[in-house]
């Protein structure tokens, strides 16, 4: 009954959805007929399996199967049928699970590529063919008891971005399987020093969400050669549906991948975490090749006025989301993952290439799966685009989506400098004009009438119309890590300053309003040697050093403080904006190196009634006028004590330099 549901629902968006789309006169493809199905890819069951693709100009459609999933021969092919709005069909009786298939279409008198449909679920190696494949059979035990952790509020999350190798690579990770999926899966690992890896490692933050990177199937890891230390971030999708061949420990059964792909997520579910996959329809790897040219050619992708392929991702191609059977792919695409993965939520690689009715479409239809799921994404392009930006879910345009988050480059780069010069400061290593712009950043980008939105660094106005659009954050895998960008930008800093710039950064991203997003390794002070852009960088640039872990574990105690600090206290995370402009209050400091404000009134039903929030970013220590009273102190930048560090009476109270000061009031 709630299959059918779901069906119903979306059948229902997608017609409307594709009715108000916005009309394209010039646009060769503008004509090409629309599937409204749901079941476009392949179906099986014991008794026969449907083979049904979407080729809309093909003149033929050929169909092998194959005993593997690379080399022989064709065991036997089929012609399929043509169906109606440019679908094909065939069905292959008896049991066939487990056999692998390939695709051909003949257009314009040639013969495409053989590759496996767009929708497939299962792949051989390599991912060049699928496989026909019985999903209940790769549930592992107790999958139908599989509980997602608890989650109120999108604010409330507290996100880990992580790489599968990067967490578990390492020598010293104590992890057996490392760079799979199943190295999330162990429990009880150790570093040589004894501290916790891994798994363990992530309760002991007590993160609320780990945001995987791309771990769908890949295209720039040869999976026949695990043996040469491959190493991609995975920004280049080859089989969207199917999860990546190399993290699994046999990448040759189609089996094998989504099996212990879902171990992971049962796994991280037990220990208290829910599960973001980051997702990349923006871009294919390439287009010659990409599944989505053997089948209509062209169509996918958007173009220039001259026919050319537009390259607003930087990648070489961008994806049409705007077309019908783009937009249709996508929704059902994360409609899978979210089912049958168990999936908590989605980080879109550059958003902004996508539209916005194709973006709230995707909302609309997984929250009403799960109305606790979160959707967030980079709120950019990487190069210019022809679809018009009032049109595409860019970060000023957030406002108008639904139930979406979008990355604050304003509070990060406020925090630690601008992106496009390393060697430029922010307000954690003293820049005297990033006040404005991390007091935007507190507010999580909403409407506040203490912001002077003409002095924030990249946005005039407020963005998110409520807190739960603004992911708050200093570093990802993107760029520099946090610590080696402090490095590059402070030259003649000691390690010691370096580190209170670290701290300071990393707590105002913590106690600030929004969703929290952390980099994995960030509370090791994680160094990549300053390579920024180490997405086919060797596992020795990438992986966590987990030794670091004992050489810096003041600063991880530290980090794991401000986790339970801001999961202890809903006034750090308040849900809506008008709670927000009633409750948080600046300070006027009348210094640009200094931040104040007070969370009044038991904010968002808080148990301290008034909790003081004093961000010091001079290396010089600041003499600050704070509100009467009886404050205890319970952040002084070296540690995070709830009970107290000590008492202070109010009137006066001096901040030492790089550093942040959090006291309560009752």
Not at 165 to 184: A, Y
Not at 400 to 406: G, N, S, T, V
């Amino acid at each position: 009954m709630k299959a059918s549901k779901t069906i119903l629902i979306f059948a229902a968006l997608f017609l409307m959805l594709t009715s108000t789309a916005p009309a394209q006169t010039t646009d060769p493809y503008a004509n090409y007929p629309v599937y409204t199905g749901t079941d476009l890819g392949v179906n099986y069951s014991p008794q026969k399996t449907a083979f049904k693709v979407w080729a809309p100009m093909a003149s033929a459609v050929k169909l092998r199967l194959y005993k593997a999933g690379n080399g022989g021969e064709a065991t036997s092919s089929f012609d399929l049928s043509t169906d109606k709005d440019g679908v094909w069909q065939v069905n292959v009786t008896g049991d066939i699970k487990n056999t692998y298939y390939t695709f051909q279409i003949m257009q314009d008198g040639k013969w495409l590529a053989e590759a496996p449909d767009i929708y497939a679920k299962a792949v051989g190696v390599n991912g060049h063919r699928g496989m026909v494949v019985d999903l209940k059979a790769t549930n592992p035990a107790g999958w139908q008891n599989d509980k997602k952790p608890k989650l109120i509020n999108p604010t409330d999350a507290i996100i880990y971005e992580l790489h599968i190798r990067d967490i578990s690579e390492d020598e010293n990770s104590g992890i057996k399987n490392k760079g799979k999926f199943l190295g999330l899966t162990e429990t009880g690992t150790k570093s040589p020093d004894g501290k916790s890896t891994g798994l363990d490692h992530l309760k002991e933050m007590g993160v609320t969400h780990v945001h995987i990177l791309p771990a769908f199937d890949f295209n720039s890891v040869d999976e026949t050669k695990p043996s040469i230390g491959q190493y991609n971030w995975g920004y280049d999708p080859q089989n969207y549906n199917v999860p990546e061949g190399s993290y699994s420990t046999n990448p040759y059964d189609g089996n094998v991948r989504i099996k212990e792909f879902k171990q992971m997520v049962q796994a991280l579910h037990k220990n208290g975490q829910r599960v973001i996959l980051d997702v990349v329809y923006n871009h294919t790897s390439d287009i010659d090749h990409a599944n989505f040219t053997q089948f209509a050619p062209g169509y996918f992708y958007r173009h220039n006025a001259d026919g050319s392929y537009s390259n607003g991702t930087g990648c070489g191609n961008e994806t049409a989301s705007e077309r019908p059977m783009m937009r249709k792919f996508m929704i059902e695409s994360v409609v899978y993952w979210a089912k049958e993965y168990h999936l908590d939520g989605f980080r879109f690689d550059l958003m902004g290439i996508h539209d916005i009715e194709t973006m709230n479409a995707i909302s609309d239809t997984l929250h009403k799966i799960d109305p606790t799921i979160i959707i967030y994404g980079e709120g950019w392009a990487a190069g210019g685009t022809p679809y018009p930006e009032d049109q595409r879910a860019v970060k000023k345009n957030v406002y108008k989506l639904h139930q979406i988050a979008a990355f604050s480059d304003d509070l990060r780069d406020g925090l630690k400098g601008g992106f496009s010069d390393v060697k430029s400061k922010g307000f954690v290593s003293g820049d005297q004009n990033s006040k404005e712009s991390i007091m935007f950043g507190i507010v999580a980008s909403t409407q506040n009438s203490q912001i002077d939105y003409s002095k924030v660094n990249y946005s005039k106005a407020p963005w998110a119309a409520e807190p739960s659009q603004a992911i708050s954050y200093v570093s990802c895998h993107d760029d520099n890590t946090l610590f080696d960008r402090l490095q590059i930008s402070n030259l003649n800093a000691s390690e010691a300053d370096l580190i209170k710039m670290d701290k300071l950064a990393n707590t105002i991203v913590l106690t600030s309003q929004g969703i929290a997003f952390l980099h994995s390794g960030a509370e090791l002070l994680r160094t990549k040697r300053d390579i920024a852009n180490s997405y086919n960088s060797p596992d020795s640039i990438n992986e966590i050093d987990w030794s670091r872990k004992t050489k810096y574990e003041a600063v991880f105690n530290y980090y794991k403080g401000l986790v339970a600090l801001r999961k202890n206290h809903p006034a750090f995370r308040m849900p809506a904006t008008q709670m927000i402009q009633e409750h948080l209050n600046f300070i006027e400091t009348n210094d640009p190196s200094v931040i104040a404000y007070q969370l009044t009134g038991n904010a968002n039903s808080d148990k301290w009634k008034t909790i003081l929030v004093l961000l010091n970013g001079s290396v010089d220590n600041k003499q600050l006028s704070i509100p009467a009273g009886n404050w205890t102190l319970v952040g002084d930048g070296n540690i995070i004590n709830e009970g107290g560090i000590n008492k202070i009476s109010g009137g006066s109270i001096t901040v030492p330099g790089t550093t942040a000061y959090i006291l309560y009031g009752n």
